[in-house]
Structure formats: C-alpha cells, structure tokens
C-alpha cells in the first residue's frame, strides 16, 4: 500500500508560496497530481490493483473558512472526485500495488 499526498492542485499553484509552505511544513519535495503519482508507480515496476482518494486535511480543518471549504470540498467530491482533489485539495492517494 502506498499513500502519497495530492499537494499539486490549483490552489497551491496560484497562491504565491502555496507550494513552498507545503515544503516548509511537511518536507515535500516532490508534488503530485493522482495520474503523476500513479505513472510513478508503474515506472518502478509495480502493478496497480486498485487506488482511490482519501481525505487528508480536508477532514482536519478547524477555522471557519476552512470549514466552509471542507463542506465545498465534501460537496465537489460528492458530484465528481476530480471537482474536489484537483482544484481544492486535501486529499491523498491511497494505492494498493504489487
């Protein structure tokens, strides 16, 4: 099992140091969206059985213009994964491979 974090996404790409706070918080040096992450995987050899979307710090947030992104955010993914991980993130990969 792999769990890799989606921090490639709209929000952080447009804010001016969306990405380098994540490399300041976290370590990250490497971003992903879920296609990069999962070619990643298949160019090392594993075989992917199955993947889907977790939440992350979508379910962590506790300002109030957090929790109204999380409700969004919750709605997006409801409709359609890609409306909710793409633009707004917090969300995670979870892989299962061999």
Known sequence: MVHVSLDLKVQAVIRKRGLLTRRESFGHIQYFTR??????????????????????????????????????????????????VRPLGGYSLLALAR
């Open 35 to 84: 296609e990069m992450a999962l070619q990643a995987l298949k160019d090392v050899g594993y075989e992917l059985l199955h993947y889907f979307d977790t939440p992350r710090c979508a379910e962590l947030m506790t300002y109030l213009i957090q929790k109204v992104l999380r409700l969004s955010s919750r709605i997006c993914f409801a409709l359609h994964e890609d409306l909710a």
